[in-house]
């Protein structure tokens, strides 16, 4: 057997505590009026759903499974010699689930928690423990699922398990992550085989299995319910807090205050999200100002001309509210994507001669994106980058925090990709997008659709849902709108 921790990567090895395990079997009966003739766990681990789905429902056969032999023994022993309850060994991914269920008469509960783990930690264990597409012919789109490089195993197995239920009544009922019970949700909606209806309560991980995501009992049935899916922020909620569902092709977090501001929704056409700076060479690239001069990521001191420098401000920076000073510089090769960079040798000589002192770095870069691109190539620029005033928010932090920004030593801030921002002319324009994308309306319809859970909720795609011509209009700043927007047009036109 492996060590411990290596183990429980390969296996997704949490184990239930059985109060847990009992807690949710009582919701199925309470607020689900479950009685089901058959309870299936198919990685029963040592037992604890077998034991509480035995003591709630006294008439039910129940038959576990479990890959590790140790952990069968252990689930056959909490109820020896009982003809109800039948553990077996077997790999989940080897079982053929279709004609074990085909075999069994009347209601069917699936219960457990499958492994807690992603195709990408299997591959770096080297592990086997993950299913072979050519096992799962019946759905299409699972070599897609399986073949991206953080699929979830559990995403994998609830899939095939949900799939039993376009020909058989039933219940699921399973913990899992909160974003995986989405992926499965949006799926199966998808595909109109399936008439599920799903039910979602939030767990307490830390407390239940000292893990930090986001986790839930995730309910489907077979049984008639609302299309949308109702969330419970616990366990011992008596009511769902809010459904959430699909909405023009995208899961929404908050279905009522989505249906509150949904005429917010549209495109922007005016005030377009950019995010920051991308050069993939933070070493030569970055600059801290030192006695005069700069040290860049080598711990080398560089003297250079200021033309191409511009003051730079990171995720972490706009987090800790640190705008009015800048710890580093960021040197700018090009205004515009594809510019020739071969003039900076012209206008800024020891510029010129540090990129090339330190090429190699540059022409390390991976991506594509710069492969036969001008030398010292950047991304995310254009005119957008220069405009004097910007409003910003981190898409590293959980937190809906706009920073409007001004110049820093009279000049114009650069952020980095991890940034996305707007950028204005004035600060009375950026001080009135500001404000309403600051207003209620703007905050409660971004939280109606911004899941929080997720690596990183603020997308630029997220953000460019919301209209500002309409949240103008829902504020009664509609004239104020078109004079700003009327106002850069004839600025762009003029520059020309
Ligand atoms: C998250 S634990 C949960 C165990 C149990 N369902 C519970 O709720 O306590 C996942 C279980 O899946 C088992 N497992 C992992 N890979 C498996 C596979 N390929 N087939 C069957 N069981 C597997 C692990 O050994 C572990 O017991």
Redesign the pocket.
């Known amino acids: 057997m492996p060590t411990k921790s290596i183990h429980q990567a390969?296996?997704?090895?949490?184990?239930?505590?059985i109060p847990l395990?009992q807690k949710i079997v009582s919701i199925l009966k309470k607020n689900h009026h479950l009685n089901p003739d058959i309870i299936i766990?198919?990685?029963?681990?040592?037992?604890?759903?077998i034991l509480a789905a035995y003591q709630a429902f006294t008439h039910a056969t129940i038959l576990g499974?479990?890959?590790?032999p140790d952990?069968v023994k252990n689930s056959q022993q909490l109820l020896p010699d009982n003809k109800q309850v039948i553990v077996k060994q077997?790999?989940?991914?080897?079982?053929d689930w279709a004609t074990i269920i085909a075999s069994l008469q009347g209601y069917l509960l699936i219960i457990?928690?499958?492994?807690?783990?992603t195709n990408s930690a299997l591959s770096v264990l080297n592990s086997q423990?993950i299913p072979e597409k050519s096992n799962f012919h019946q759905q299409k789109g699972i070599e897609a699922i399986t073949g991206s490089s953080n699929f979830d195993?559990s995403e994998f197995i609830l899939l095939q398990l949900l799939h039993l239920f376009t020909k058989r009544d039933g219940t699921l009922a399973f913990?899992c992550k909160y974003a995986v019970a989405r992926k499965v949700m949006r799926r199966l909606r998808k595909n109109t085989i399936y008439r599920l209806f799903f039910s979602i309560y939030l767990i307490d991980t830390k407390k239940y299995f000292s893990a930090n995501v986001e986790s839930c009992l995730l309910v489907v049935t077979t049984d008639a319910g609302d299309v949308d899916c109702q969330v419970y922020a616990s366990l011992d909620a008596p009511q769902p807090d809010r459904f959430i569902g699909q909405r023009e092709g995208d899961m929404v977090s908050h279905l009522y205050l989505y249906e509150k501001w949904r005429h917010l929704r549209g495109e922007e056409s005016h005030y377009i999200w950019r995010s920051g700076i991308k050069h993939d060479c933070a070493k030569i690239m970055e600059l801290e100002p030192v006695n005069g001069g700069y040290k860049n990521g080598l711990g080398e001191f560089i003297e250079c001309e200021t033309d191409y420098l511009y003051p730079l401000l990171k995720s972490s920076d706009l987090a800790h509210g640190d705008i009015g000073v800048y710890r580093k510089v960021v040197i700018v090769p090009q205004k515009f994507v594809g510019e020739n960079t071969a003039v900076i040798k012209k206008i800024a000589p020891k510029t010129w001669d540090y990129l090339i002192r330190h090429k190699e770095y540059l022409a390390k870069r991976k991506s594509v994106i710069y492969q036969n691109k001008p030398e010292f190539s950047i991304f995310g620029v254009g005119d957008y980058s220069f405009k004097p005033w910007k409003i910003a928010i981190s898409g590293l932090y959980k937190t809906l925090n706009f920073t409007l920004v001004g110049t820093l030593d009279g000049k114009t801030v650069l952020f980095d990709d991890t940034v996305n921002f707007l950028s204005f002319n004035t600060q009375e324009e950026a001080l009135f997008i500001y404000a309403l994308l600051t207003s209620e309306p703007a905050l409660e319809f971004f939280n109606s659709i911004i899941f929080w859970d997720e690596k990183r909720p603020i997308t630029i795609q997220l953000l460019k849902r919301l209209s500002l011509k309409a949240l103008s209009k829902e504020l009664g700043l509609f004239s104020q709108y078109q004079r700003w927007t009327e106002q850069s047009q004839l600025d762009m036109l003029e520059s020309r």
Do not use: K
Not at 112 to 117: C, E, I, K, S, T
């Open positions: 390969q296996f997704g090895d949490f184990q239930t505590p395990a766990e198919p990685t029963c681990g040592q037992g604890a759903f499974f479990e890959i590790n952990y077997a790999d989940f991914f080897n079982t457990g928690n499958p492994p807690w783990v423990n195993v913990l």
